[in-house]
């Protein structure tokens, strides 16, 4: 499986745009670019995915660079409830979904 | 999308014993997923079950210890045998939900359960 590299953590106000990195430069060219986030005490829960064209859904937007070897999760308003860890993961024909240690963002008031 | 729910949410267990932790989903479902989070860490692939035939362990894990059954399309047990402390750990159950009706695929989406929080003593 291709590897995965976040920053261990970020921080992020209220209300502001937050863009959380990943980098993949192994990436394979069926690669697809998984984002999931865990929030405190709950298990993990789909974000958006994505395979070469950015991605917008009501969560969030994915913006993968033209070489697909980084893509950037991008919450437009950051809210308390945002705080969790991000995973960033990428997920090939007939492989599961392997998990990293993620970003753990933190939303200050 | 799918609903899953595990039971029991949380459990404190003597060493030596066993525990069967239960995943029920909402809907049928091809793939089940068990991955154990240690404290503080991230998640890891224990096994895939599918339905009718015996689950695939990830390396590290062995089917003595952590055997796995899937009666149907929407349940699924997991047991964690003869306990020690450093099985101390949230398991969770997790569903892939196929897009389009179709086969499995590195674009669908994977839904999880609450967690079982197990403290082995």
């Known amino acids: 499986d291709a590897k995965t590299t976040q920053p261990n953590s970020m921080e992020s106000n209220e209300e502001e745009p937050v863009h959380l990195p990943c980098n993949h430069s192994t990436i394979s060219g069926t690669d697809y670019i998984h984002w999931y986030r865990q929030l405190p005490s709950q298990g993990p829960e789909y974000v958006i995915h994505g395979l070469t064209s950015n991605v917008n859904n009501r969560m969030a937007s994915l913006a993968i660079a033209e070489d697909r070897k980084s893509s950037t999760l991008i919450l437009h308003r950051a809210t308390l409830r945002d705080a969790a860890v991000y995973y960033c993961?990428?997920?090939?024909?007939?492989?599961?979904?392997?998990f990293g240690a993620g970003t753990r963002l933190t939303v200050k008031p | 999308s799918a609903v899953i729910s595990q039971k029991p949410s949380r459990d404190i267990c003597q060493r030596g014993t066993s525990l069967t932790i239960q995943c029920q989903v909402d809907?049928?479902?091809?793939?089940m997923f068990w991955y154990r989070q240690q404290p503080g860490q991230s998640l890891t692939l224990i096994a895939t079950a599918n339905q009718g035939s015996e689950a695939t362990y990830e390396s590290g894990f062995v089917i003595d210890k952590f055997p796995i059954s899937r009666p149907n399309l929407t349940f699924s047990t997991l047991t964690v045998s003869n306990m020690s402390p450093e099985d101390s750990s949230i398991y969770l159950c997790?569903?892939?939900?196929?897009?389009?009706?179709?086969?499995?695929?590195?674009?669908?989406?994977?839904?999880f359960g609450p967690g079982t929080r197990l403290t082995v003593l």
């Open positions: 993961i990428l997920r090939d024909w007939g492989n599961d979904m392997r």
């Open positions: 997790s569903v892939e939900v196929y897009n389009n009706l179709r086969d499995r695929g590195p674009d669908n989406e994977q839904f």
């Open positions: 809907s049928q479902v091809t793939m």
